[in-house]
Every structure is written in structure tokens, then in C-alpha cells.
């Protein structure tokens, strides 16, 4: 069991949270909200280095202090997207105080129930066009010049996570020249795909343990801080092929349908026919599994945390099913075959 409040930890063992008190105790009452230190509690945890707390107030709702020590983060990103991305209209918390130099932050609280403790099948179509609808107010108000761009460098340096973490760390395999030719191959593919899709604001994680329920505003959006300028597909498929929620295709196919037709009734970009939309969609998601895959492979392998696989075959499922279904990407199941001993199956390609 967690502490209940920060006077249970260990001092020696963790000076950080004794720095971070005594900021909030530094605090102008009238900055701070009569913010009560000594209520300092965990609120949730985080794959990076950063971590959440919650604190109560004298008079009103309680608060949110994130703890992301330099230099491993930077909380300025934080700022500057909650700035961009409130701006729009779409529900992000407020930052009431900052110290930037230390890396401590306190936040409106958007609460603690996160998409993923109320997505059932009563409530998922509700939840989803929400998030939808509120991912089309933030697109369609996108600017260039604001966020740094998705470009094709980073598109590939997050490509390169797969053979570097899931193919040599966590599988402990070596590509001969031939299957990397082949995989590079692939990436090209989907990296002409990528860049040449409309851009707009992107989240980069905008999925289940990142979208909060909301009374009003639904949804409130957390972890947004690593927010580019890029394709127009990539948040709704982090939304609906979700590595930690699966849902049947047809359920996913109806929602993406979705999304195309109110995006085009909003005025953004995409594709006049669902067919050129949805090979956009499955391109982009490829590129996020096989990112993801190496992502959770370099938390296992590097960070020591494993809870992450638990998560892999999921997104595992997803990169097969998308590459089964275009044949110019068979290699990569091919590949994927011989990498995992499977004995091919029979495709069903586009």
C-alpha cells in the first residue's frame, strides 16, 4: 500500500518530496488556493520520471502537483502545450504555480477517474464520441509554428525503438542484412504515408489512461506535454486501437467512420472517400504499435519496469492484423513470423 501523505515516507530516502513541501508551504496564499502541504499524497504514477500528487485546499477542491526533476524532464513543454491546447476550448488543468528551475508544477485537479475505469460496453460510445469531439475542436484550431513538427526524423528515431529494443532486447535476436533491407523497407512505406497525411495538433497519447471523465467538458486531457505538429490520424488511433483496451474492429471501424465524417463537416483536411482515410489510419497505427512495442521493450529492459509487457501482446495483435491486410507490408509479417517461430498464415490483403 502507498503512503497515505508525504509525513509516511522516509526523508533520507526520498528529499525530493521534502523540497516539494516546502515549496508548496512557500507559497502566497492567494497563488497557492490556502494549499495544505501537509496533505501531500500519491495521485498516480507515470512511465517517465515524473509523478503526481494530490493535495487538499482550506476552502475548495483539491489540487494536483507533478514532481518531474531535472534534468531527466522539463516541465516548460508542460506549460506551453497546457497554454496551446487550453486556448482551444478542449479540457486540460490550469497551471496555478510553477517552479521551473526545480521541475515542480501545481494543477487544477481534473479528478481521478481515467477513461479506461469507465469504458464498458454501456458507456464506450458515449465516452468515445466525447473525446472525439473534443479532438476535432482541438485539430481544427491547430496552427503551424506553435509545436515542434512530427518530422521524418522523429517519425523514424520512434520506428528504430522496434529493431533496437523489441527485436535485440527483449527478443534477443540479430537481423541479417537482408530482413533489415526488408523492415527499412517498411519504414519507407510508412514514413511516405505519414508525411504526406494533413497536419495538425498531436497529442501523442491521446488513449484511455490519459482522457479523464468529466461531468462537464468530457474529456478532461492529461500527459500532453510531448504535443507536435503532425498527422492528422495519429491521436485517434492512439484513442481507438489502445494498447491497454481492445474493442471489436466493426465497434472501431463505426468510430473512425465517425471521426471522418464530423472531421469533414469541421472543415479539416482529410480524405474525401473513408477508404483513403482508413489506409491513413491503419498506416499511422502500424507506426505507433512497432514505436510502442520498442517503448515498453526499453521500460522493461532499461527502467526495470515490466509491467508494461502484460501490455505487448495486444499491440503485437495490432501490428499483425494491420500488416496482414495491405500486401506491400507482408514482409513485415513475414518477418514477424521468423522472429517469433509462427508458421505462416493465410492473408487477406488489400
Do not use: C
Amino acid at each position: 500500500m502507498p503512503p497515505e501523505t508525504i509525513s509516511d515516507y522516509d526523508s533520507t530516502a526520498d528529499p525530493r518530496l521534502h523540497q516539494l513541501k516546502g515549496w508548496l508551504a512557500s507559497l502566497p496564499e492567494s497563488e497557492a488556493r490556502n494549499v495544505l502541504p501537509d496533505s501531500l499524497r500519491p495521485a498516480s504514477a507515470d512511465a517517465s520520471f515524473r509523478r503526481y500528487f494530490r493535495v487538499d485546499t482550506r476552502s475548495g477542491p483539491s489540487l494536483i502537483v507533478m514532481d518531474a526533476p531535472p534534468p531527466q524532464e522539463d516541465v516548460r513543454p508542460f506549460i506551453h502545450v497546457a497554454q496551446v491546447f487550453g486556448a482551444t476550448g478542449v479540457s486540460v488543468p490550469e497551471v496555478i504555480a510553477q517552479d521551473t528551475e526545480r521541475g515542480f508544477l501545481l494543477l487544477s485537479d481534473l479528478g481521478s477517474t481515467t477513461y479506461l475505469h469507465q469504458l464498458d460496453a454501456d458507456r464506450a460510445h458515449k465516452l468515445y464520441l466525447d473525446a472525439i469531439d473534443s479532438l476535432i475542436l482541438l485539430q481544427t484550431q491547430s496552427q503551424p509554428g506553435v509545436l515542434p513538427v512530427y518530422d521524418r526524423a522523429l517519425l523514424h528515431r520512434e520506428l528504430m525503438l522496434f529493431p533496437d529494443w523489441y527485436i535485440s532486447k527483449h527478443l534477443g535476436q540479430t537481423l541479417s542484412a537482408e530482413q533489415t533491407g526488408e523492415l527499412n523497407k517498411v519504414f519507407e512505406m510508412l514514413l511516405a504515408n505519414n508525411l504526406a497525411q494533413p497536419q495538425v495538433y498531436v497529442h501523442r497519447d491521446y488513449h484511455s489512461r490519459n482522457l479523464m471523465v468529466l461531468e462537464r467538458g468530457n474529456p478532461g486531457i492529461l500527459d500532453f506535454q510531448d504535443a507536435v505538429y503532425g498527422p492528422v490520424t495519429y491521436d485517434l488511433v492512439s484513442l481507438l486501437r489502445d494498447a491497454y483496451i481492445q474493442w471489436d474492429e466493426e465497434l472501431v471501424l463505426d468510430w473512425a467512420i465517425r471521426y471522418w465524417e464530423r472531421a469533414r463537416a469541421a472543415g479539416l483536411p482529410v480524405p474525401n472517400d473513408v477508404d483513403s482515410f482508413y489506409r491513413d489510419f491503419e498506416y499511422m497505427g502500424l507506426q505507433r504499435h512497432l514505436k510502442v512495442l520498442g517503448i515498453f521493450a526499453r521500460l522493461s529492459h532499461r527502467d526495470g519496469k515490466d509491467a508494461y509487457l502484460k501490455d505487448m501482446p495486444l499491440v503485437m495483435e495490432y501490428t499483425r492484423k494491420a500488416a496482414a491486410r495491405y500486401r506491400e507490408l507482408i514482409p513485415l509479417l513475414r518477418l514477424l513470423d521468423v522472429l517469433e517461430a509462427r508458421q505462416p498464415q493465410a492473408r487477406y490483403t488489400f
